[in-house]
Nanobody, 124 residues
Framework: QVQLVESGGGLVQVGDSLRLSCAASGRTGLRGTMAWFRQAPGKERSFVAHISWTYGTTYYADSVKGRFTISKDNAQKTVYLKMNSLKPDDTAVYYC?????????????????WGQGTQVTVSS
């Protein structure tokens, strides 16, 4: 089993920055893929970014490309999401997710483990 705990959400103004953290524990093995998803009220959960534990390769949704950066700290078993130039459309609950496979994917259904989520609210 893998446990994921997100932190770092909050209320910010348009144009501000935030950094989310996702601490992994349990049988992580530091392999596979870690990802961030988000879910706005009344909408389906959607992909934000993912990173390979092994290779460090990253991939982003078009809506956040150039503004968000996903990174990892293997020693801390933690994945980060640095969010810059935040917009009201970025308001959502942000979830950290993990899958054991080294094959990365943006699909919600391909992830086995999920955190509890952290709220990000961008006020105009």
């Amino acid at each position: 089993q893998v446990q994921l705990v997100e932190s770092g959400g909050g209320l910010v103004q348009v144009g501000d920055s935030l950094r989310l953290s996702c601490a992994a524990s349990g049988r992580t093995g530091l392999r596979g893929t870690m990802a961030w998803f988000r879910q706005a009220p009344g909408k389906e959960r959607s992909f934000v970014a993912h990173i390979s534990w092994t290779y460090g390769t990253t991939y982003y949704a078009d809506s956040v490309k150039g503004r968000f950066t996903i990174s990892k700290d293997n020693a801390q078993k933690t994945v980060y999401l640095k969010m810059n130039s935040l917009k009201p459309d970025d308001t959502a609950v942000y979830y950290c997710a993990a899958r054991a496979s080294v094959f990365t994917t943006p699909n919600v259904s391909d992830y086995n483990y999920w955190g509890q989520g952290t709220q990000v609210t961008v006020s105009s």
